[in-house]
């Protein structure tokens, strides 16, 4: 569970670097920004297999290969401000800081003086800082500082255009700086380590300035993103299933232990149990990280829908799909039901309508919770002109004013929780297929979602199975 959080930051950081240097080619700013990302990329991708990992042997590889690249990831950071900057006479800085990173990096794989072994604390394994460790402390404050003072100097003297996107730099940079309160944990204060909360907003912000300058395509970077999360959350999953089959064995071994005297009982009732649903815990989570995946992309890639993939598909198999396929939560599932008047037949992609499923029922489910109330149900009926499925739920509903807009592009009750593309999404993709969606509701009550599919169907036209209706 403490692995999710710093292997998607990960994969972000991963296909962003690509990405830039994909489309920029190999320039200095390029190349500087790919190494900060690379090196990020390194340090938070450890820490997710640090925290899953039970073998005290591998923790002590992991923890002293793990911190290599961080401790080049300040000087890194002092790069690119220097290249982004146009400042050639730091350049010398830059090389002396990689020099003395790559000296604390030898020490680092052959002493014990920079990282001393690790700590074993709540959320897993980590590095305890070595005698010499504040000497790489003192590094990242004083490089760090510098790269910021210097862009900071260049913002003030650089063009309008330029000028925004160093300060949106510099702002980013310095929540990014804020990760060093990771270096707390290096010396013994147990606490679930932050600094990959800071990196992410940190992220947000480059984003936003080159979105801003129009640098890149959200398609493009949706595809790279999705594809690049979806390595470390299998691996994860992987790591969860070896979890549910040598941890049985080793619980099985210490009760043998308890039973003949050579240790005390130190469990807690239930604990066995809790074991038992750790590994399931965590694979359930990363299904629903990969269901959320899977919509985001389909959402981003609307414009590039390609109906020539389109078939026949019968409703009630998409319905059957997608209740089999969503990751509910405990106790979801059955606050679900379908009722089938009579099944039908439409004109379109199962893949896609069973993305319109997912964001419905994500949606209800949400009501369902804030509400502490309510169920959800699905009803087929076939007509002559129209065939009709009804998606109500009998959460919170909606409020009269709230109900014209929550079809537009990006808007959102949910604050942080939702990105306002779901419901955009899910009528884009009715009216692919020809069909039409619309939305009633009374606020506290119910909320009605009506999706119509034509009757008519193409006369010369085979069952789609093809399970990619999105252009490549």
């Known amino acids: 569970m403490y692995s999710i959080l710093p292997a998607i930051v990960s994969a972000l950081f991963l296909a962003y670097g690509l990405y830039v240097v994909a ?9 500087s920004f790919f190494i900060l990302c690379i090196t990020t990329v390194f340090w938070q991708a450890t820490w997710a297999v640090l925290f899953q990992v039970q073998d005290a042997q591998w923790a002590g590889i992991l923890v002293r290969s793990g911190y290599l690249l961080i401790l080049f990831l300040p000087t890194s950071l002092y790069q690119f401000l220097t290249e982004i900057s146009g400042r050639k006479g730091e350049r010398r800085f830059v090389a002396t800081s990689y020099a003395i990173a790559a000296v604390l990096g030898i020490l680092d794989l052959t002493t014990p003086w920079i990282v001393n072994g690790y700590y074993d604390y709540f959320f897993g394994y980590y590095p305890k800082a070595g005698p010499i460790h504040p000497l790489h402390v ?36 310095f929540i990014y700086f804020f990760a060093a309160v990771d270096y707390l944990c290096n010396y013994g204060v147990e606490f679930y380590p932050p600094g990959v909360v800071f990196i992410a ?27 690049e999360m979806r390595t470390p959350l299998a691996t994860i999953r992987l790591q969860a299933e070896a979890l549910a089959q040598f941890l049985p064995e080793l619980h099985r071994g210490y009760e043998l232990a ?37 919509m985001m992309l389909a959402s981003a890639r609307m414009e590039q829908i390609d109906t020539r993939t389109f078939g026949r598909q019968r409703a009630s198999e998409c319905v059957a799909e997608a209740l089999e396929t969503y990751p509910f939560a405990k106790g979801e599932r059955e606050r679900v039901s379908v009722n089938v008047v009579e099944d039908f037949e439409f004109h379109g992609s199962s893949p896609l309508f069973v993305f319109v499923l997912f964001n419905l029922l994500k949606n209800s489910l949400y009501a369902l ?104």
Not at 158 to 163: F, I, T, V
Not at 210 to 218: C, F
Not at 412 to 437: D, Q
């Open 258 to 294: 308890v039973a003949h005297g050579l240790c005390e009982s130190t469990f807690s009732p239930g604990a066995s149990q809790k074991m038992a649903d750790l590994s399931q815990a965590i694979r359930h989570q990363v299904d629903r990280s990969n269901a959320v995946i899977d």
């Open 201 to 227: 907003i940190s992220l947000g912000l480059i984003a936003v300035a080159v979105m801003k300058y129009d640098l890149m395509s959200p398609v493009v970077v949706a595809a790279s993103v999705a594809h």
């Open 138 to 173: 003192l590094q990242t404050v004083v490089v760090v500082t510098r790269g910021l003072y210097i862009t900071f100097r260049q913002q003030q003297v650089a063009p309008p255009g330029q000028r925004h996107q160093l300060r949106l730099c510099i702002t980013s940079v």
């Open 23 to 31: 489309e920029k080619g190999f320039t200095r700013v390029s190349a």
């Open 369 to 472: 919770k804030v509400a502490d109330k309510g169920a959800i149900t699905l009803t087929l009926t076939a007509g002559t002109a129209m065939h009709t499925l009804n998606f109500v739920d009998t959460g919170t509903g909606i409020s009269a004013a709230t109900l014209p807009k929550i079809f537009d592009t990006f808007f959102t009750t949910k604050n942080s929780a939702g990105a306002g593309i779901g419901l955009a999404f899910c009528r884009r993709v009715m009216t692919s297929f020809g069909g039409k969606m619309r939305c009633e509701s009374a606020e506290g009550q119910y909320t009605l979602f009506t999706m119509e599919f034509p009757a008519a169907l193409p006369a010369t036209e085979t069952r789609s199975t093809h399970p990619g209706a999105l252009a490549a």
